[in-house]
């Protein structure tokens, strides 16, 4: 009886389902099996939990075009890259792509110009070191819970959960971070060849002093190479201090940075969060120490003479052989990263003096958010999804085309092609899911494996989170900024007498209203830290 009266619901059913089958077959057919469907390119290794979040019948969706507003350097077979990518989309969620590339030097202004002037923009590069949390508390973009819950499935399974706490404000959403490293440690890099010919013993050096005798060495042994190279035309070497080179404490830096310095801190390892500045005197003692070395070596002639001055770009110098060492960052693979960025004439090898943190900064580094403007955030996240779970989209646009911009060597691994249009510039952290890159030669086989295990193991920053509202210490942090920028080379040694200058600048910083900011963080941390520790 059962059967006989469910029988005119059943043939209703199929009678819709016939209809459902002949309208998309007028539009093309579908193969019926979602886990071997195969891309109109080569291969498409997406989960099939990927195609039921990201493709709905084409009946649903009417042709859009996704911009992706992205950083990087524009390159000459974007538009061949942009028409294999459009050709993924239309089949997979009846879409189009428009790249936007815009070089590092550009991106921030034009992409600030193009909010403010409420340019259509979907998928936009966005990172704490480029004002991402100033353009959220300005609305330029929209709160991603809800899209990501419901077409984002793929982002959720694959990225650390510290990666999805970290770009919220007011506890929303605004970013998705691109799946690669989540933290690095501060370290001295070296070229290989220098440290074996002079047996440099690099797991001593852990501070800039330890770096003396080898500066004298290098001096004398080897004339035409550049002991620390530093560019305060660059704006790079302020009044700020570089406190865990100099004393591997537990010190990191917290809120607001004006003109790029370090001024606010806290000791990661305390049971409460209490803020410092660099008034205060164990602080000023430990610049003061660090600049006058500085001096020290500068006189010595272990600093370039045109520190002060120079916009000269450290790599561009490393490529042509003229740097032996250099401080920076370092995660799993990084000396190879290196290596290929110098076209591949050097080894290098690292020494890592501070312990990998994962903090607010360091995992909301590289990220997309999707615009106000976008008039299909729906469309924009399934495209994103897309990025962090298909090899061929990511690789594609990434790397480019195979065989017209790199060979397949192997399953997973890439020689590029040299001069061929597409490729140099390195979208690798940009964009998606690093996790998916093709590796390239010299990479290491276990590279991923190493960074999910050094992700795994990184110590979570207490404050995690955190973010600093400067709404009330706006004229502040202008002040600020005004008074370090006027003494911005003074971390580059070319200044003397800088301990006479640090307490010409720090009278400054104090006249600015450093305490008031330093209050003001300190009552939001306080009261977050209740909330949430």
């Not at 100033?134 to 399974?157: M, R």
Request: hydrophobic letters at 35%; aromatic letters at 10%; charged letters at 25%.
């Amino acid at each position: 009886m059962r059967q006989r009266k469910s029988f005119p619901v059943m043939l209703a059913t199929l009678l819709a389902v016939m209809m459902v089958l002949q309208a998309c077959s007028s539009g093309g057919s579908k193969n019926a099996d979602e886990k071997n469907d195969a891309t109109a390119n080569e291969q498409s290794n997406s989960p099939s939990t990927e195609e039921a979040t990201n493709k709905p019948a084409e009946a649903e969706l009417k042709p859009y075009e996704v911009s992706i507003v992205y950083f990087g350097t524009p390159e000459a077979d974007v538009a061949l890259v942009e028409k294999k990518l459009n050709e993924f989309f239309k089949e997979k969620i009846n879409a189009t792509v428009k790249l936007q590339p815009i070089a590092a030097s550009d991106y921030q202004n034009r992409t600030e110009l193009m909010m403010n002037t409420g340019e259509k923009m979907d998928l936009v590069f966005s990172t704490s070191w480029l004002n991402y949390f100033g353009n959220v508390t300005k609305g330029a973009f929209i709160e991603l819970d809800e899209l990501l819950d419901k077409h984002g499935q793929g982002i959720k399974d694959t990225l650390h959960p510290l990666y999805l706490e970290a770009p919220r404000m007011k506890g929303k959403l605004y970013a998705i971070p691109t799946n690669k490293e989540i933290t690095q440690g501060q370290s001295f890099t070296y070229r290989k060849d220098i440290v074996d010919k002079y047996n440099i013993p690099i797991e001593t050096i852990n501070k800039w002093a330890d770096l003396e005798p080898w500066y004298e060495k290098m001096s004398k042994e080897e004339p035409g190479l550049t002991n620390l190279f530093l560019a305060g035309g660059n704006g790079n070497s302020g009044g700020g201090i570089h406190m865990m080179f100099e004393t591997n404490s537990n010190y990191r830096p917290i809120g607001p940075t004006p003109g790029k310095t370090q001024m606010f801190l806290v000791d990661y390892t305390a049971s409460e969060m209490k803020v410092k500045s660099i008034l205060e005197p164990e602080l000023v003692d430990i610049n003061k120490k660090e600049f006058e070395l500085f001096r020290s070596y500068y006189e010595k002639g272990y600093i370039n003479a045109d520190a002060g001055t120079s916009k000269t770009n450290a790599a561009d110098l490393r490529r042509q052989g003229k740097l032996w060492m250099s401080s920076g960052v370092w995660k799993p693979g990084s000396d190879i990263e290196v290596k290929i960025a110098d076209n591949n004439q050097f080894d290098y090898v690292s020494h890592v003096v501070t312990e990998p943190i994962v903090t607010t900064d360091l995992a909301t580094g590289s990220m997309f958010s999707i615009s106000r403007t976008s008039e299909d955030p729906e469309r924009a996240m399934m495209v994103l999804n897309y990025l962090h779970t298909d090899p061929y989209v990511i690789n594609l646009i990434v790397h480019g085309i195979e065989d017209k911009h790199y060979k397949k060597v192997g399953d997973n691994r890439i020689e590029p092609i040299a001069d061929s249009g597409y490729g140099a510039s390195a979208l690798f952290w940009v964009i998606g899911s690093q996790m998916l890159n093709y590796l390239k030669p010299g990479q290491p086989d276990d590279l991923y494996t190493n960074w999910k295990k050094f992700n795994d193991e990184a110590v979570r920053f207490p404050l995690m989170g955190f973010v600093f509202d400067d709404s009330n210490v706006k004229n502040e942090i202008s002040e600020l900024t005004a008074v370090v920028t006027e003494y911005k080379i003074l971390g580059t040694g070319a200044v003397a007498n800088p301990s006479k200058m640090i307490d010409e600048r720090n009278g400054k910083l104090k006249a600015a209203g450093i305490e008031k900011v330093q209050a003001e963080l300190q009552t939001q941390i306080d009261k977050w830290w209740a909330e949430n520790k």
